[in-house]
């Protein structure tokens, strides 16, 4: 298979070298310090991807979502979501339950019914 400049890819360096995953394949180093962030991230608010990023002074919204979509499953990964407030695709309901148990403010849709996080008033920025 090639890629768009059509020269084929090179072999992919082992996990480690990339520092993205320790022994076990667990996350290492900047990996573990987003779960620690989004751990601390308290019921009934939220971070954007770039606050993450922003608040560790390292990576960017993308470096912190590819944290989350390898190992976010074992912390409140509904915490952290999209500057915008929109809900990840594909997990819409489980978060929106998790929102509605946690009293997180919403704002409503064009149907009424909420649609996105009102990043406002949810947004926590790591001190309050």
């Known amino acids: 298979m090639t890629g ?23 996350p290492d180093g900047f990996a573990s310090r987003v779960l620690d962030v989004t751990e601390a991230i308290p019921p009934g608010r939220v971070m954007s991807y770039g606050d993450i990023a922003e608040y560790l002074g390292e ?7 590819r944290v ?3 190992w976010g499953g074992g912390v409140a990964w509904w915490r952290v979501i999209h ?30 019914r909420p649609g996105k996080v009102n990043m406002r008033l949810a947004r926590w920025d790591g001190v309050s």
């Open 4 to 26: 768009r400049t059509g020269t084929r890819p090179g072999p992919r360096r082992p996990a480690r070298d990339r520092g993205e995953a320790g022994p076990g394949g667990m």
């Open 68 to 70: 989350m979509a390898l």
């Open 59 to 65: 990576g960017g919204p993308r470096q912190v979502g």
């Open 83 to 112: 500057a915008d407030g929109s809900l990840l695709v594909g997990h819409e309901r489980e978060a929106l339950r998790n929102y509605q148990n946690e009293g997180t403010p919403m704002r409503a849709g064009g149907d009424g």
